[in-house]
């Protein structure tokens, strides 16, 4: 897991020609790194700040992203540059993991479900938050365990390009992809179980605030400094975990 880490490209590259592969990288970046300035990504990816531009204005009339106000304004400045985030139509562009939740409900239904209905879903979303457990304790058995780095790092291999940065209130991991999101949309069990593991793994309290699949930008968990008191295993993130902080 050397080097920064990237999405898994689960899907055909669309982007042919010079020009759509630097839109892509740009998109890409806003998806993995969130709400980001026209500043930011030339200053991150290298570009020009006219080359940038003109391929988000690209990508604007595309649907693929579109322009915010940022959230936090910096006092004594002037007018704030608006930062760029990624529409759902721009989401779907990119990875998801549907035929990965498929395999694992069908293969939850051959084992012979006892429930039915609302009460099936709710014992599959369950299920499914058990396997991702059991797969971090498995992938992070030479890592430092039950950490929100670790957690953030996993995530990010799963495809939920996650990352963590500190609070006034505790820590944050924020996961700017979702790679089930339009099932989440549909059936909530499935953020209210992986928040549930999330809390198992750090092995503490914690907070979802947002997700993608209810229209949120970001999914964001807090976990509350005082739920970090007596912990003593939770670094500093490092540049790579930080490096996506969004700028909004």
Known sequence: MA??????????????????????????????????????LSERLGITPA??????????DEGVIEPREPRIREAGRGRPSKVFVMTDLGRASFEHSYDDLAISALRFIAQGAAASGAGAVTAFAHARA???????????KN??????????????????????????????????????????????????????????????????????????GVCTTVIPNNALSNRTNQATPTKKQTKGKASA
């Open 143 to 216: 890592a430092v365990k039950n950490s929100a780095l670790a957690l953030a790092d996993f995530l990010t291999d799963e495809g939920y390009a996650a990352n963590v940065h500190e609070l006034p209130i505790g820590v944050e991991i924020c996961q700017h992809h979702c790679p089930i999101a339009h099932v989440a949309a549909e059936f909530p069990q499935m953020c209210e179980t992986e928040t549930e593991v999330f809390s198992k793994i750090l092995g503490t309290h914690v907070q979802r605030l947002a997700t993608i699949a209810h229209g949120d």
């Open 3 to 40: 080097g920064s880490r990237e999405l898994r490209h689960n899907i055909v590259v669309k982007f042919a020609t010079p020009e759509l592969k630097t839109r892509e990288l740009i998109a890409r970046s806003i998806l993995e790194n969130g709400p980001s300035s026209a500043l930011v």
């Open 130 to 140: 058990e396997e991702m457990e059991r797969k971090f304790h498995l992938v992070t």
């Open 51 to 60: 080359g940038i531009r003109r391929h988000l204005d690209a990508l604007v």
